[in-house]
């Protein structure tokens, strides 16, 4: 089954405890985005890559890493995390096929609560 | 990136026809228009995509003026399972470049 997973789906930690949260896909896509969810918000993008090694800051990167060394994986880093950045995250990829019916594949989500 | 423009919430009855208004007045020559359905707590879910003119599936039909400043997401005959969040895009993708999805539209569908 072509899917994105995402690991964990909930967490709670503490301010400062470095965190990973992991995301991978199965369809052999280029792209892959981490987005965050707040209340009012919508989605804001933190981090995309359009390949290996390929990475660049979306709208809200302060306080994040990533890192895309292979095809299928893209973790999302945080080195120090604070509780401003309790939220809900999602992972998306898809692949740039230059046809118009181009869409984005999102994970399930990852709840986080930083304490 | 096209900043996108949308009604915060909409209601509607089970049955009605529902038609969403998304406004992109700096849209440029390469881009397509993308709808996104997101339920509480999942990810959002492609809809539709399209250039100009109009574009129809099984789920729902958008249409874009030739000016392509704004575009439409149409939902015949909503049911209650159509009660989500309903995004527009603007990007010479579906997303995952550079992607802004701003607030959505609250659709709530009643019986």
């Known amino acids: 089954e072509a899917q994105v997973t995402q690991n964990p789906r909930y967490l709670i930690t503490v301010t400062g405890k470095k965190l990973t949260v992991t995301c991978s896909q199965n369809?052999?896509?280029?792209?892959m985005s981490w987005y965050r969810q707040d209340p009012g918000l919508g989605l804001r993008q933190i981090y995309y890559?359009?390949?290996?090694?390929?990475?660049d800051k979306g709208d809200v990167p302060e306080g994040y890493k990533v890192s895309r060394k292979e095809k299928r994986n893209f973790p999302l880093i945080l080195e120090s995390p604070s509780p401003n950045q309790t939220s809900l995250y999602f992972c998306?990829?898809?692949?740039?096929?230059?046809?118009?019916?181009?869409?984005?594949?999102f994970g399930p989500g990852t709840r986080l609560t930083v304490l | 990136l096209a900043k996108t423009t949308q009604p915060i919430s909409m209601d509607s009855y089970e049955g009605q026809e529902v038609n969403i208004t998304c406004s992109h007045n700096n849209i440029a020559t390469n881009d397509y228009i993308t709808w996104y359905q997101q339920f509480p707590s999942q990810g959002p879910r492609f809809i539709i995509q399209g250039y100009k003119t109009k574009v129809t599936n099984e789920v729902a039909s958008l249409f874009i003026p030739a000016d392509r400043k704004s575009s439409t997401l149409s939902l015949p005959r909503v049911s209650l399972s159509d009660t989500a969040v309903y995004y527009c895009l603007v990007g010479d993708r579906g997303g995952g470049f550079k992607t802004i999805f701003g607030a959505g539209t609250r659709l709530f569908v009643k019986a």
């Open positions: 890559s359009m390949n290996v090694e390929v990475t």
């Open positions: 998306a990829s898809n692949s740039y096929s230059g046809r118009a019916d181009n869409e984005q594949f």
């Open positions: 369809m052999n896509h280029e792209y």
